[in-house]
């Protein structure tokens, strides 16, 4: 956590006043476009950097609902392939696919007419890793306020990953948030102007033991260029969501500026309230680590011999001690949703039939 001493609170308290751009690196489905949203923050989609198909049709769908423009009318089938290839778009976040791969019969001309309208919509610069600084188009930063996200990808961070890390040139998919060091080098040695705030949110892994190294250089770097930093563990459930997921939360300020992260909020939520009254048959388990779980949850007193109609109780998805949950458990990547032997793994509702 950030050391605050006296100059801390001798900076001048940031305040948001002129027009945000936000460009989101790593965009996803837009996250943090969503949660400036829900403040109430007025802000315009001005680029975004997402090289995942699926997540950047979800981006379209959520955040530009109402362009139905079709960008690619008049240009052939041949420059839309040839488009999509240079762009390096992908469908797995793994790789890039091939020119021979988005000109096969599996994908259709439909379906990359759509790609390209998504990416046209969204404003997208698709690959990092082609992205350079003067891509961000940062003018005029006298009456805007360029806000840059990039929470990078958190697979080789995780617990629930390889943990192989982020150094520099590690090939690994974490390793790209060093791509954001060479596209701000870029605008700095170009003398352009740099984003005014910067943003990353990632798991707090992200500063353990092995990852510190990589993350106090990359504190430097960004201090080198002018900016203060300010970062903090912080957990949904200390913020109003009933659920048990931390994360490490960075704001990066162009200039001496103070901040402080929020005070904790009451919960008053619990997982119950976020619970369907109707839910489809397929997410219901029904095998014998299903009834060993009941079986144990009735013989520890978490749950009656009998379940009164229509009660619906959450308990944690382990056969190990389970226990009733009113927070949830983080769900975890690659977490096969049922019956664990981890307590933090997974979420079970159990109900009369």
Request: with cysteine; aromatic share 10%.
């Amino acid at each position: 956590m950030t050391q605050m001493n006296l100059f801390d609170y001798l900076r001048e308290p940031i305040s948001i006043t002129k027009p945000i751009r936000l460009i989101e690196l790593f965009a996803g489905y837009g996250s943090q476009a969503m949660a400036l949203k829900r403040i109430g923050a007025k802000f315009e989609h001005y680029l975004i950097c997402e090289w995942e198909m699926h997540s950047v049709a979800s981006y379209k769908a959520i955040h530009m609902p109402d362009d139905n423009t079709d960008y690619s009318n008049g240009i052939g089938s041949g420059q839309i392939i040839e488009k999509l290839t240079k762009l390096g778009i992908s469908v797995d976040g793994k790789t890039a696919l091939s020119e021979n791969q988005i000109r096969s019969h599996s994908y259709g001309e439909m379906w990359r007419r759509k790609c390209y309208n998504n990416i046209k919509a969204t404003h997208n610069l698709v690959n990092i890793c082609a992205t350079h600084g003067n891509d961000l188009k940062i003018v005029d930063t006298e009456h805007f306020t360029y806000l840059l996200t990039y929470s990078f990808p958190c697979t080789d961070l995780s617990v629930a990953g390889k943990q192989m890390g982020m150094s520099k040139g590690s090939g690994t998919r974490s390793g790209l948030l060093w791509e954001v060091e060479r596209i701000l080098t870029e605008i700095r040695d170009s003398n352009g102007e740099l984003p005014q705030i910067l943003f990353m949110e990632n798991v707090p892994q992200v500063h353990s033991q092995d990852n510190m190294p990589d993350f106090r250089k990359w504190l430097d770097f960004l201090e080198s260029l002018g900016y203060v930093n300010y970062w903090q563990d912080l957990n949904a459930k200390n913020y109003g969501v009933a659920q048990n997921r931390e994360r490490c939360f960075m704001f990066s300020f162009l200039g001496e500026y103070n901040y402080k992260f929020p005070n904790p909020i009451p919960l008053t939520k619990r997982l119950k309230d976020y619970l369907e009254e109707d839910v489809d048959e397929k997410y219901y388990i029904n095998n014998e680590k299903a009834q060993k779980l009941i079986q144990t949850l009735i013989d520890n007193g978490t749950l009656p011999d009998t379940i009164p109609k229509s009660e619906q109780t959450c308990v944690d998805g382990t056969i190990c001690e389970p226990g009733r949950r009113e927070i949830a458990n983080c769900i975890k990547a690659k977490y096969d949703a049922g019956i664990s032997n981890l307590r933090s793994d997974g979420n079970c509702v159990v109900e009369s039939s």
